[in-house]
């Protein structure tokens, strides 16, 4: 059809000149300055008195000692009267279905679908923002959903908090990560055979790491070993071969993605180490070897010292199935022992609280746990951001204030250095220079 090909050119012509006669203009660059009567700009070290950030296109421009007056035709933040600092981060959430009711959740396991818990992750992903989080890891929910809130919430198209996903976590067939445990055998073999996180043997591992990885995760967990929440009545022993460890943890950082461990008993926290896992998650029982073993390998422990109190208190009151009240209870127990250790021997230690198990919004409550440990306000605010963003491998965008990174920004009333609790009630959040909650109050969105 050459007419239609003549058509066609004729009009690739007419485009083309109708677009040199059109005057094109870069966009305006968004400006806005912070007036912030103190500054943590780099937590771990003292916080700057009155000072000024400029904020250029979501990114921090430069920081001004003094409250410098905003210039002609940027937006102006009085934060005067409040103490300023990063955006937190908390690396151990749970954003998919109902977060901290486990009884409605298992009241609705029949009725509600992956349509239900997308609803819910929305909604759990705006009350970890509020509550200051601006960046989250989240270590297991729904690949493909996760994935999605991820990618519209970095579009702008839904609000919360940046998320690292690391999809579903890798387990062995009836660890902690089968979600057939405890069903009925119809009901069991039905799950299994959609399972794809499930693994036995190296080989069978390597597989599983790569599904995950094709399913958009951007880090990998695994289970070392049994967990609170499981409905059986296993333990929280070892559950994963040392074999099986290490093959996923070498198949996904040959795809540039590190590797956490849930992992409660010291057994499978050291057999994770010597493999070369990036962090524990949780870490409820240590010994000297495996806090021997952190220093030497630099992994960071992530304690979620948060979850087994919340877990034990919904246990007692009936709202979790029995196999799991023991295994609370020991967690809860040899928690805070284990942490002391680890944090008097100096391990490394980063921010993460297991929401999910307890409400989202409530993060924040970890920081006081932390100071029982034997932390200070400081270090542990050091944390949740300094030390978390090493972890994600983002130093470079995330955990302080300073040129060229992310506009990831909280600010709370009084001094958290001194009272760590302050951070409990977080007054202001900007994320990617866009105010989401000021004054307490949260903000219109999207933004205008």
Known sequence: MPGFGLALTMMTLASAAAAQSVPTTAPAVKVVYIQAGQLLDRPGQ??????????????????????AAAEPGAALIDLRDRYVLPGL???????????GDPL???LGALTRDRFDDMVEAQKNARADLEAGFTTVRDLGGDPRGIRALRDAIAAGEIEGPTIINAGEMISVTGGHGDAGNGLAEEFAAAVHATEINLCDGPEECRRAVRAQIGLGALVIKFAATGGVLSNVAGGLGRQMTPEEMKAIIDTAHSFGRKVAAHSHAAEGTKAALIAGVDSIE?????DDEAIALFKAKGAYLVPTM????????????????PATIPKAEAAAAAMLSSHRRAIAAGVKIAFGTDTGVSKHG???????????????????????????????????????IEAGKTADIIAVIGDPVVDVTRLEKVDFVMQHGVTVKANGQRQAYPPN
């Open 104 to 106: 409605k959740a298992r």
């Open 46 to 67: 003292p916080a700057r008195g009155n000072s000024t950030i400029v904020i250029r296109d979501g990114k921090v421009a430069e920081i001004r000692d003094g409250f």
């Open 306 to 321: 948060l979850a087994p109190v919340a877990a034990l208190a919904q246990a007692r009151g009936g709202q979790l199935p």
């Open 362 to 400: 409530d993060n924040a409550q970890e920081f006081a746990l932390m100071v029982k440990a034997g932390m200070t306000p400081a270090a542990a605010i050091r944390a949740a951001t300094v030390a978390a963003a090493d972890l994600l491998g983002r130093s470079d965008q995330l955990g302080t």
């Open 282 to 286: 949780h870490g409820s029982f240590l």
């Open 89 to 99: 981060i908390d690396l151990h959430v749970h954003l998919w279905g109902i977060g």
